[in-house]
């Protein structure tokens, strides 16, 4: 599925990249390297999602990959059907990503927190027609939510998961693992350039709801590319994330850097401080991706102080506007690259200097990296007529999904005539200098830690469950914002949303939600 013709800007970077699709990238790195550790489990898993922990070299991922791949082209599934996922950081994950891929499909993951009501809406929306789950993620039986999203959602003939016991109906792929002979990969055919169809469909909020935002193979690789660049990684590094697949930001701050790099990527269920430090120093990284927050938290208890420990910080700034400078990173060996992230419809890649004081935003182009010789183009900014950041480049989507994909008239990804997409973030321009300050989130909207919300919308479910019952959004050091809600019957409004299968992070406004769920996407 090829969404439109691509921007001038697209089509000189293509010329660089060839026509790579995400699935080649990864196969050019296990020619490369097939004895070399690809891919690592979490090394509390068991405690996550059960089963076993993996430790995959880029052989056995590759044959992986085609077993999931093979097996869901034996399900019936065809070329640019819609596969969603909801599953835990783990190495399960990344296979199922790939191997959607590599069987022509198109992936759409789906937030951990999000229950039966978001993920009914959006898996209905653009018509998937499967689902593939972890069965379990910390208490929550994803396997029951998949079925009951299933039995709604008219598109789904095909549910798949991991972990142990699953329920009949569901689709066991831990099999494939030890399975002794394959299905065979199905072969696609790519009209025009592969690099140019639609690879990911992920899920950005604004005032009015849900919004897909669909992108190539090359637009994730461009924002990829913009991040592995700026961040000066080498071949054959070993990354470490905490950052869960289903975001944009996540697949081109963790995913795109370890294709790109052909190195290891280690995965970690957000969060645990102590089993995060025994990955870290046992896989020996190098790279360390995590939420901006948590990397100046990181850094003022000391974590990176250690002169064996990681070269290099990724932060994922998912409030960009709550940016900020930190001491602790004054006398620190380390260098610190701040991703801040503008929902689903860019990002940028800024490397600090010196005094732990981020880089600044200017006007006009974004270059990767930054001022260097023979730097790539990557995004061109611009304030826009009603005070707004506006972005356009080769990571930003051109159109929204096609109205056969998407028939239901519900708010739609949406770019100019000039080719810049609004980002709804409010920002102001320095007139001498031309430096850009965000000034605040986007009017109306609310987001904690990776979840954004309307904030119209948490008022009118919360009144939903109880007349009166209001929910507001409070500043918090990691999050960003957290919900606090008022009831007359906090425990009535809470079993109420509950039966709905709204948001925890909503529910938990409420009332204390379980640990696991507090501590997601932190």
Known sequence: MILGQSSPQQTALLAK???????????????????????????????????????????????????????????????????????????????????????????????????????????????????????????????????????????????????????????????????????????????????????IITWDVCADGLVPVARSHFEVLAAGAAITLESRLEQNMVILSSLALPSFASLASTVMPWLLVGG????????????????????????????????????????FSRRDGAKTVIAAWRAPEQLAGSAAWGDLAISLVDIPVFGETALFAARRGGGGRPASLSLGAIMAPRGAPGALHMAEVARTEIGTLGVRGPLVPKFPLPSQVDRTGKPVFNVGADGFADTGYPCEVDPTSNLVTISGPPAGMVGVGGYRFGLRALTDVAAQAEPGSTVAALPDALGGRRLAGTAADRDRVRDALATRGVNPLIIGAFGSPPDEERRAEA
């Open 17 to 199: 990249s060839g026509r790579s699709t995400m699935d080649d990238i990864f196969r050019r790195a296990a020619l490369r390297r097939p004895d070399a550790i690809a891919l690592a489990d979490p090394p509390n898993r068991a405690g996550v999602t059960g089963g076993e922990t993996r430790r995959l070299t880029y052989a056995q991922a590759d044959r992986m990959i085609s077993a999931i791949a093979g097996r869901l082209s034996r399900l019936g599934l065809q070329t640019d059907q819609i596969v969603g996922m909801q599953m835990a950081n783990t190495v399960d994950a990344v296979l199922t990503l790939l191997g959607i891929l590599r069987a022509g499909l198109i992936a759409t993951p789906l937030p951990l927190l999000w229950r039966q009501a978001d993920c009914t809406a959006a898996l209905e929306r653009i018509g998937a027609t499967a689902l593939i789950v972890s069965g379990r993620i910390g208490s929550v039986d994803h396997s029951a939510l998949a079925m009951n999203v299933a039995a709604d959602v008219f598109n789904i003939r095909q549910v798949g998961g991991f972990g142990p016991g699953l329920p009949d109906g569901i689709v066991s792929f831990d099999d494939l693992y030890t399975a002794a002979t394959i299905d065979p990969p199905p072969s696609v055919a790519r009209p025009v350039n592969p690099a140019a169809h639609v690879a």
């Open 264 to 303: 290891t990527l280690a995965l970690h269920h957000p969060f645990d401080h102590v089993a995060f430090a025994q990955q870290c120093k046992a896989e020996q990284c190098q790279v360390i991706v995590v939420p901006g927050p948590l990397a100046l938290r990181l850094a003022e208890v000391g974590v």
